[in-house]
């Protein structure tokens, strides 16, 4: 049956490569069934920390064809686990929360179960007849080793160290001190057991996210994917910097991504620059689309209140740490809308979404998916602070939207000694990852020959580069519906819309009259300078010959 | 933000109202320098002078008895040897005393010669009388004045000096200016309006394009040359300008020499001056009907652009004005409003001084004008005089338009005397 299945799967890919490029998206929800999944939890985020940690872990599983359920232990039930295809214990901390029932219910039953980090003590000596003996908590442990290679992790983190002490049990990947080493994910039977949760941007992370494939039974193809996201392309962005640096992407023959802001808000002036007003780097965006680029809306400003564009948050009260204290909804609508708006009057066609600084509250991630499929992002996991998780491959179906395409790579930043130093390790680290997806991003201003390395960085490492277009995009703002298909962007826009996107571009007219004005204003105003020059010369020239004539007299 | 039909006529008046603006700021600057040119020539050009060759002045005259007198005694006094010049004056159909006093000043002005017409010759114009006094002229070199002129002493040797001078002229026009100027602020407009166009239009666009346009009084032509284009046309009211076109289209060309002076009575009551200005617009109009079609078909690519420019001024600019005029008003009124933003109101105070500099240039070449009182006269002119052209030229199209419906032939228009 499972044979069958995975049989259809295949020739529907191969059906789906011939015809459209959006084959692993589809693949995945084609592939295999969907399966239910539990997450117990006693705490959700670790003290001093802002990300909610079950979350994170919960999004990280949309990578699979899976509906995710999530219960706090207080609120457990006994035989909820048979409910359910698999269930994980996440402990965070040493919690005295535990309950026997969910020990007992993990012991006994036949689905798949998996215990993380805290509390598998009580687990392990719950259920002798495992085999495993618990040996205690360590941080020493800083070496990650999967499929024979070994990473050097760049933090400590708390692992419950056990050992089986019979054969059966499969040591998928192993944790080290540099000394001795114990599982960091085993599986005996149905049972598995992580001896931490890593959600850092790290090895650790990767080898999770690569194994859960196992772990959840989805053998998805290895092929890595990565993708160059060109930066805060807003409408002061120097025209001739920005061509530059999509000329190296356009040489290269990769597609792209271009992060637009579509109107620049300089609060020393409280104006607010639109692109419309910038018809060369227009013209350069356009070149981008033409040449393998995509566009994602970066935010309508990529500021709110009087910070500048492209450093202040939008839609996020960073000043409180907090998501914004207004009508958040309405508030997100209609700069989204603006944003699209103003992108489409000048004929560029966002396909997805990128929040700025990739700050979005639970609420606004709620709004953000009726109007945007796709995001190109990390994800912001509560509304304690600011803090957001990169992942290692693509996300379906999640509460944020419908595709998370993952950054994760960082960007150039020209202050570092080796500016692309991260991008090379972490490109290199997530080749752990059997179908992972590797993002980066890249400010025009930077020199290109950095760009330059990031590509092949990229292409060394064997990574194939993604086309956003080929995920079955969809843009629903209040007017205007924006859906890619295969090669091909399509929208649509209300007819009134369209009238008023029309009258805006006449306003190009309006605004020529506006220059010429003042071009007329110019050239008056100057030669009424000359003239009255002229005037004061034939002034002085009357006053001096009336006196030489009274003279004569 | 779109266009509205408003939006448009004001972009359409914005062009062409500032179009015809740049070319009149390159006209005064023209003027300006002409002005110099001419300071330079002064000088020299009676003292070249050896032999005054034979010259006749003629004046058509329709019922002119209060001015005659003074203008042939006028004649008489003028610096030039008397057997070299005769005095003709055309009585053309006068009802009045013209007759009578003309053959009285028979016996004081040797050089005078009377030329009588009577219906069905005479009394069809200014034109006709000139083509009937055409016939009996003895000089190679003729001279128009109109009956209220006082040309200065000198004003005829200037005339011939510069038509000597220069073989590729067929005619040169000196300058007029406003005798009764301090009567009332009428004639003081009339004055400055005098002035700022001769300076400006004439001499600008001699010292640009090296045309000028006959104002009717005041200038000299060849003989040779109005015996060739068969006289004056008889059917146009402003029959100068005609008479230009022609001039140039047989290859001659017209200066403006403005040390050739006379003075003339102007208008000193707005009936009087809207009578005499639309007869003068309604040439002007007759004119472009009659060459507009013809500006490809021209020699002188200039007279087309001169035409053309004639053609701006009461189509193009009269548009534009009004336009411009009723969107301020709809504006004012709330009714409606032009969407487009731009320093249109500093634009409009520029052209103000714009107008007020340009003008005053103008005056300022002229001896005597240059004063601050005149500066405030032409402020005051631009809402008022200026004004007034508005309805003078709707007038003329409105009558025009009448008599085109009615059928009715122009007929001389006489300003009238006082």
Not at chain 2, 290 to 319: A, E, M, N, V
Request: charged share 25%.
């Amino acid at each position: 049956m499972m044979f069958k299945s995975k049989l259809i799967g295949v020739i529907l890919t191969i059906l789906f490569t011939v015809t459209t490029l959006s084959t692993f998206v589809r693949a995945v929800e084609l592939e295999y069934p969907i399966k239910k999944i539990l997450i117990v939890y006693s705490e959700r985020y670790v003290f001093g920390y802002k990300t909610d940690y079950i979350n994170a872990f919960g999004l990280l599983l949309k990578h699979f064809n899976t509906e995710v359920t999530y219960q706090d232990i207080r609120d457990y039930k006994a035989g909820e686990v048979e409910k359910y295809d698999i269930a994980f214990y996440i402990g965070l901390d040493k919690s005295e929360k535990i309950k026997d029932e969910l020990i007992m219910d993990f012991a006994v039953t036949r689905k798949k179960v998996c215990w993380v980090g805290s509390d598998m003590e009580r687990f392990l000596k719950g259920k002798k007849d495992l085999g495993i003996e618990y040996l205690g908590i360590s941080n020493d442990y800083v070496y990650s080793t999967y499929q024979g290679k070994s990473y050097l992790e760049k933090r400590k983190f708390r692992d419950i160290l056990f050992k089986p002490s019979t054969a059966g049990s499969k040591e998928w990947a192993s944790i080290s001190n540099g000394s001795v080493s114990y599982p960091y994910i085993l599986s005996q039977g149905n049972i598995w057991l992580f001896s931490r949760l890593d959600m850092g941007e790290d090895a650790g992370n990767y080898i999770m996210a690569d194994v859960l494939h196992e772990l959840v039974g989805e053998d998805h193809e290895e092929k890595r994917k990565a993708f160059i996201r060109v930066e805060d392309i807003h409408p002061f962005r120097d025209p001739g910097e920005t061509k530059e640096t999509l000329d190296i992407l356009v040489r290269n023959d990769i597609p792209f991504m271009m992060a637009v802001i579509p109107a620049y808000y300089n609060g020393g002036n409280n104006t607010l620059t639109y692109l419309n007003d910038k018809s060369r780097l227009i013209d350069v965006i356009k070149y981008g689309t033409e040449h393998g680029g995509s566009i994602i809306l970066h935010g309508f400003t990529h500021q709110e209140s009087s910070s500048a564009t492209g450093e202040g948050f939008e839609f996020w009260d960073a000043k409180r740490d907090r998501p914004l204290n207004i009508n958040e909804e309405m508030y997100l609508r209609d700069r989204l809308n603006n944003g699209v708006l103003e992108c489409i009057r000048n004929d560029i066609y966002p396909i997805a979404f990128e929040p700025p600084h990739y700050a979005m509250s639970q609420k606004g991630y709620d709004v953000l998916k009726e109007m945007f499929s796709t995001l190109v992002a990390q994800i912001q996991t509560s509304d304690e602070g600011f803090s957001t998780i990169s992942y290692p491959y693509m996300l379906y179906n999640t509460y944020c939207a419908e595709y998370v395409v993952p950054e994760n790579l960082s960007y150039v930043d020209p202050k570092k000694v080796d500016p692309v130093d991260e991008i090379k390790e972490k490109a290199k680290k997530l080749q752990i990852v059997r179908d992972s997806v590797a993002g980066a991003f890249f400010h025009p201003y930077v020199k290109t020959e950095y760009l330059e390395e990031v590509v092949k960085t990229l292409k060394d490492e064997g990574y194939e580069f993604f086309d956003l277009k080929s995920l079955p995009n969809r843009v629903y703002t209040k007017n205007v519906q924006i859906s890619t298909n295969e090669k091909e962007i399509q929208f649509q826009l209300e007819n009134t819309t369209l009238q008023k996107l029309k009258a805006d571009k006449e306003s190009f007219i309006a605004k020529s009259v506006r220059l010429y004005t003042w071009g007329i204003f110019g050239i008056v105003a100057f030669f009424c300078l000359a003239f009255l020059l002229i005037y004061i010369i034939m002034r002085r020239k009357e006053t001096k010959s009336l006196f030489e004539k009274k003279g004569e007299r | 933000m779109s266009l509205s039909i408003l939006d448009i006529l004001f972009i359409y008046c914005l062009v062409s109202v500032w179009i015809l603006l740049f070319y009149n700021i390159i006209l005064c600057y023209q003027g300006y320098l002409y002005y110099n040119e001419v300071n330079k020539e002064s000088n020299s050009i009676l003292k070249d002078m050896r032999d005054w060759p034979f010259v006749s002045i003629m004046i058509p005259a329709h019922n002119e008895e209060k001015v005659i007198e003074k203008t042939v005694l006028a004649m008489k006094k003028l610096d030039y040897p008397d057997e070299n010049y005769e005095i003709m004056v055309i009585n053309d159909n006068s009802s009045d005393r013209t007759g009578e006093i003309l053959k009285g000043l028979k016996e004081k002005v040797s050089n005078l010669v009377i030329i009588t017409t009577k219906p069905p010759e005479g009394g069809k114009g200014k034109s006709g009388a000139l083509n009937a006094g055409l016939k009996h002229v003895k000089g190679e070199f003729i001279v128009v004045y109109d009956a209220d002129n006082t040309p200065e002493r000198s004003a005829l040797k200037y005339l011939v000096a510069a038509i000597l001078k220069d073989s590729s002229l067929g005619a040169v026009i000196g300058k007029f200016r406003t005798r009764n100027k301090n009567v009332n602020i009428l004639t003081k407009f009339i004055n400055i309006e005098t002035l700022s166009f001769q300076w400006m239009a004439q001499a600008g666009r001699w010292k640009l394009f090296k045309v000028a346009t006959i104002p009717g009084t005041n200038f000299i032509i060849r003989k040779s040359i109005l015996d060739q284009l068969g006289g004056w046309d008889e059917k146009a009211v402003a029959e100068d300008t005609e008479l230009s076109i022609r001039i140039y289209e047989s290859g001659y060309r017209i200066r403006f020499f403005p040390l050739a002076v006379t003075w003339e009575q102007e208008p000193e009551k707005w009936r009087v001056w809207l009578k005499q200005r639309t007869r003068w617009v309604r040439g002007n109009i007759y004119v472009i009907k009659k060459y507009f079609s013809l500006i490809f078909k021209l020699k002188k690519g200039i007279i087309s652009f001169d035409i053309l420019y004639f053609f701006s001024t009461y189509f193009l600019f009269l548009s534009s004005v009004i336009i411009s005029d009723i969107i301020f008003i709809l504006g004012m009124l709330d009714i409606a409003r032009i969407s487009l933003t731009g320093p249109f109101s500093v634009l409009w105070i520029l052209a103000y001084l714009l107008f007020i500099l340009e003008v005053s240039i103008a005056l300022s070449l002229e001896r005597g004008e240059n004063t601050l009182k005149n500066v405030l006269y032409v402020a005051l002119m631009y809402f008022t005089y200026c004004q007034a052209w508005i309805v003078l030229v709707i007038r003329s199209f409105y009558i025009n338009t009448k008599d085109w419906i009615t059928g009715k032939k122009i007929t001389w228009y006489k300003t009238e005397r006082f």
